[in-house]
């Protein structure tokens, strides 16, 4: 693998390797064995994948987030030394090499911008929209790869793709989880030890909850959610939401669940200082 900070040198590199399709898998380091699966997958169907890794400030509504997000760029290079081939690109660029000028601007999602993530964390799609779209015009990626863990943010790509007619496809892949079910984020490495014990209640509960969706209503699954979870000292339920899988509108009756539509159920925790999402389908049939 190459390891390259520039711009001028990344669009070097991919021009003289003649290599279609071309992959990319954006990261912001403190890699786990999710985003590997991202590499991974991305070296199946790409002769040439790069890989990304910037923490973008513009996401963070939060700056102590910003501030306390992991790095450990020679831990990152070490597993991807693993997974990648001679000409795989490991992109590790500046903010000056993203942002040359400030970027100013603002993207409208609709009814993405309404729910869940966007309510909690003001302006955050804005700014992943800002760098990915900085990352697909710098790249110009054929085939760009996401996890499914961030589900609302992938639904937003998808918009900013059809938007701006970026000539990407865009590929989810599916939650890795640690043996005991908590999806696997760059943040677990943050929470507290007995915080960590406590967390695996998230995935269960919202596993037990998806079974539930051909007997309760949604107002009782949606009890069940916030009420279990919270027994355990620390842990909030910021929001628990049932939604279709394009629009993310979250329903709040059986009766609005369509056969055909896919639908999942989106979870935010806070847990202790650390903020956890997760995501599961419920299954209809
Ligand atoms: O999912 C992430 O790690 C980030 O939001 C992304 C897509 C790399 C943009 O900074």
């Not at 991202?38 to 790409?46: D, E, H, P, S, Y």
């Not at 963070?60 to 690109?89: A, E, G």
């Not at 000292?233 to 939604?243: A, D, M, P, R, S």
Request: hydrophobic letters at 40%; a positive charge; glycine letters at 6%.
């Amino acid at each position: 693998m190459k390891v390259i900070r520039t711009v001028k040198e990344l669009q070097k590199q991919i021009k003289d390797l003649h290599l279609s399709p071309v992959g990319l898998v954006p990261t912001m380091g403190a890699l786990h064995k999710g985003h590997l699966s991202l590499v991974r997958n991305a070296i199946t169907q790409c002769p040439l994948v790069v890989i990304s890794i910037y923490v973008n400030p513009t996401q963070f509504n939060d700056k102590k987030d910003l501030k306390n997000y992991p790095r450990d760029i020679q831990s990152d290079l070490d597993l991807l030394r693993k997974v990648t081939r001679k000409d795989d690109i490991i992109f590790i660029p500046d903010d000056k090499e993203i942002y040359p000028v400030e970027d100013k601007r603002i993207f409208h999602f609709g009814n993405l911008d309404n729910v869940m993530e966007a309510l909690h964390r003001p302006g955050h799609f804005n700014g992943v929209a800002q760098v990915v779209g900085r990352l697909f015009d710098i790249v110009k990626p054929d085939v760009a790869y996401f996890g499914m863990k961030d589900f609302q943010q992938i639904a937003v790509i998808k918009e900013l793709v059809r938007q701006y007619k970026y000539n990407v496809k865009i590929v989810g892949n599916p939650i890795i989880r640690e043996p005991d079910g908590l999806a696997m984020s760059s943040r677990n490495r943050l929470l507290e030890p007995e915080m960590r014990k406590k967390v695996p209640l998230i995935y269960k509960t919202i596993s037990s909850a998806s079974g539930m969706i051909h007997k309760n209503t949604i107002s009782e699954i949606r009890n069940y959610v916030r009420g279990t979870i919270e027994k355990a000292n620390g842990l909030h339920v910021e929001y628990f939401e049932i939604v279709d899988d394009t629009k993310l509108k979250p329903v709040s009756t059986r009766r609005e669940m369509k056969k055909g539509n896919r639908y999942y159920g989106c979870i935010a925790v806070q847990a202790g200082k650390i903020r956890l999402i997760d995501n599961i389908e419920f299954p209809l049939v």
